[in-house]
């Protein structure tokens, strides 16, 4: 009996311990499966407190778990250590247990710390037996759960590995990128250095505005590795085009191209390149198929497009087609565009400013020859004057005012008719009078200084000529009103001028008086069906002096003159005399 007693006692120690074993086999860390221990042989053991230190494998560092039954339950985990460290005897703290047990953590032939008990009661042989087996299995718990801390302290160490090597990495490929970036933008500094020493050396080539712009895209096109450089100017319509004589542009490419509407309010592609600086790079082998379009009207593989400036003012834009690199346009050839764009700007405003002075200097050297001529011609212009007003009243109003004086006279005369020499007299008076009447009105019309009397005064002019001539004379006259006296005074005296040239030499039947706004100032024709003149006799012949004045008052104004005329088919005198201050 009692030996079978003794087998069931046993048998339950051993299902006891077999089922703590499984308790601690849910537990995956040391902590966990320390304190799970300790719980378990609190209640396996009857104990009041528990207590196990856990070594590490280098012997160095230790982790200590307590636990206390609940009626001691005000225990602090240093007095629970404190219990098992100091020694028992008389002098042992109030608190000490007088019955303690303690067992080796030992697994894998390794002592992995000590698992303790106390009681104040003691032990039975059950209990210590009992106790012996669970701590070997919670040794071997222990043993596993650092093996499992160990294999995630590895696997943490490798992941964390594997993110510094990911991390250098891209640390490389981040100072790659950077490194040929940065030789990217020193090459692209280069080209664009090389780019304004270019356009630099064509700006003081000396030749004209198309050969500089032949060689400075051919420049370009080599810079950027292009087949085609175009530039593409904005005009006074709003409408961009190509400019011809670019580098290796045909003319069956030129073909294709046609003028675009461009400005500032407009959504298109040119739009946003010239005025909102939009840099546009496109390729056939480009994920987005957005601008293919382009490419296909161009027939080309690729293009890239910046605008082209003079500072704020919008010139139009530079393109490049068909690169020779297999990576086709990249954003540095981008920049090197956009900076020979800035610079040809710059030199294409200087060329057309030095075509202007050109034009002006040759224009204030005419005017200068015509001041010279003047100052040569002005005393004969004035003799001239002098004489034809002095022939005009001897040859006229002083020969009737002398025929008048004479039948005065014969009134005298005993036989005489003194109603009809009267008659004659006042009729040779009358005469006179409107020949002084119209010599003034040639010097000084009355009615040129009155608002609104210019037409009038030119109207006055054109029956004067009808009454000189008897020809049918057609008129067209569309001025504005506010013309300042000078103006008026100036654009009179050449219309009279060619009149009288009409009147004096022409023998026309025919003629046509044209005055109308055009181009910014006043066009003049008068046109006669007369006798005509061979023009490179003109300087030789009798009282064509006018026609010299005709000139000359046309270029000291900074407008033009110009004659046509034929013996048998009439002449036809133009002018042109610009507003510029005179109108008011």
């Known amino acids: ?71 001691v339950e005000g225990l602090t985990p240093e007095e629970i250590e404190r219990i098992f460290s100091v020694p028992q005897g008389p002098e042992t703290p109030a608190r000490a247990f007088r019955f303690t047990r303690t067992q080796p953590l030992e697994a894998a032939g390794r002592t992995l710390g000590l698992f303790a008990v106390a009681s104040p009661n003691g032990y039975t042989a059950t209990q210590q037996r009992a106790f012996a087996l669970f701590a070997g299995q919670a040794a071997s718990s222990i043993a596993l759960a650092q093996l499992q801390e160990r294999r995630q302290e590895m696997v943490d160490a ?20 950077r490194a040929r970036s940065a030789e990217r933008v020193e090459h692209a500094h280069e080209a664009a250095v090389d780019a304004l020493l270019a356009v630099s050396r064509h700006a003081r080539s000396g030749h004209g505005i198309a050969d500089f712009y032949r060689r400075l895209t051919r420049s370009i096109a080599e810079l950027v590795a292009a087949d085609m450089v175009l530039f593409w100017k904005l005009d006074e319509d709003g409408l961009l085009a190509p400019i011809r004589g670019a580098h ?25 390149v010239v005025f909102h600086d939009l840099m546009f790079r ?26 082209w400036r003079a500072g704020d003012e919008r010139l139009g834009l530079v393109a490049a087609y068909n690169s020779r690199r297999e990576d086709g346009f990249s954003r540095e050839d981008a920049w090197v565009l956009q900076k020979a764009g800035l610079a040809a700007g710059l030199v294409w405003q200087l060329k057309y400013a030095e075509t202007d002075l050109k034009k002006t200097v040759d224009r204030l050297q005419k005017v200068d020859a015509a001041r010279q001529m003047l100052l040569k011609n002005v005393s004969t212009a004035v003799d001239q004057a002098r004489k034809r007003f002095a022939g005009d009243l001897h040859d006229d109003a002083l020969q009737k005012l002398t025929a008048a004086e004479l039948q005065l006279q014969r009134l005298a005369e005993p036989n005489g008719d003194p109603a009809g020499l009267l008659n004659e007299a006042q009729a040779l008076l009358s005469q006179t009078e409107e020949a002084l009447r119209r010599l003034l009105f040639e010097v000084r019309p009355p009615a040129l200084e009155v608002p609104g009397g210019f037409i009038e005064t030119i109207r006055e002019r054109v029956r004067l000529l009808k009454s000189l001539t008897a020809a049918e004379v057609e008129t067209y006259l569309d001025i504005p009103d506010e013309l300042s006296y000078e103006y008026r005074s100036m654009l009179f005296r050449q219309l009279t001028e060619a009149m009288a040239n009409v009147e004096k030499h022409a023998s026309a039947t025919r003629v046509k008086v044209t005055l109308q706004v055009e181009d910014g100032g006043i066009h003049g024709v008068v046109e006669d069906d007369g006798r005509g ?37 009439g002449t036809t005198v133009e002018f042109w005399l610009p507003f510029s201050e005179t109108k008011v």
């Open 248 to 272: 290796a542009i045909d003319e069956e490419f030129f073909g294709r191209l046609h003028p675009t509407p461009c400005a500032p309010d407009r959504d298109d592609l040119a739009s946003r």
């Open 1 to 71: 009996m009692e030996a079978a007693g003794l087998d069931a006692m046993y048998g339950n120690i051993l299902e006891e311990v077999a089922s703590a074993s499984a308790e601690l086999s849910r537990f995956k860390t040391v902590p966990e499966v320390a304190e799970a221990a300790l719980a378990i042989a609190l209640d396996l053991t009857r104990s009041a407190v528990a207590y196990i230190a856990v070594v590490e494998e280098d012997g160095e560092d230790k982790r200590v778990f307590s636990r206390a039954a609940d009626a």
């Open 282 to 307: 496109a390729g056939r082998e480009d994920e987005s198929r957005d601008f293919q379009y382009v490419l296909d009207v161009l027939g080309v593989k690729d293009a890239i497009e910046v605008p």
């Open 533 to 569: 003149f061979v023009l490179a006799e003109r300087e030789h012949l009798p009282g064509h002096l006018g026609l010299l004045a005709l000139h000359e008052r046309a270029l000291l104004a900074g407008g033009w003159n110009k004659i046509t005329s034929e013996p048998g088919l």
């Open 158 to 177: 490798l992941v964390n590995l594997r993110a510094d090597l990911d991390r250098s990495e891209r640390q490389r490929l981040l100072n790659q990128e």
